[in-house]
């Protein structure tokens, strides 16, 4: 089976060298496994880092250079749809931050033998934040993701804002990937909203998500508050989808360019 990890980075350049030896080192029995990094042109160098690591191992490593920073879902929607032609069974995607940790992607695997997704998932049982957020940090993240949305999308699952999505092949070609049209974090609850309603299988992993300890962090309290909105917005476009509705074909190409090395 062909596993495409797709990382989105904007400004990795001290993680995505650890990370990508982390995830070569995992050789998962059965898996052929290939990276796929999507770089929107980061002022800290990820891209050309990325470039050298894609030229030291051409075979696991690709990478999506994209011009300008225009958002975490265009990112990775790019990534997904090229991994999509690049013929992956299994498209996986992860934060390039640590956060999301590979050590759970054996574990996520055998939960896909299953389902048609699978959520690494903070708010299941088992699943934990970092120890260092304060009680209200904590609660509040809780009550958007486990509450707050799953009432609003009426959803059995309770990370909705996770991006840590272990995908069939299958499952991403039914969504019609252009057709999500959220950018930044609401991106995470349209996607995995549209599957649901589409009558995807969706099972959560349970997952520690440690802060970042390298590099900056790109969220703050604004992002979240217009996540909280837009989650009507989301809710309004998607209600009527139905199993019926699934995509069969793959998408257009989006590349301008691809870079490998
Ligand atoms: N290509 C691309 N990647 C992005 C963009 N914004 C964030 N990322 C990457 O997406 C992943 C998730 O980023 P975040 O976790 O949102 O940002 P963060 O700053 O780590 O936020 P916290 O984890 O809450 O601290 C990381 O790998 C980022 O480098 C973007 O606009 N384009
Ligand atoms: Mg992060």
Redesign the pocket.
Known sequence: MKLTIV??????AENLPLLVTALMDLKIPGIEQHVLV???NSPDGTGEIADDLAAEFPEWVQVLH?ET?D??GK?IIEGLIVALYDGADYVLQM???F?HQPKYIPQMIKALENCDMVQGSRYTTGGSVDDSWAWWRKLLSWFANSVYLRAILRSHVKDLTG?FKLWQRDTLIGIDLPSIKSNGYIFQVEITYAALQLGYKIVEVPIHFP??NRG????SFLVQYEAALRAFQVWWRRRNLSAAQRATELPPHPLKEIAVA
């Open positions: 990382l989105p980075t904007y400004n990795e999507v770089d929107d994209r920073k958002g975490l990112a934060d390039a931050d956060s991006g802060d970042r900056e962090s790109k969220m």
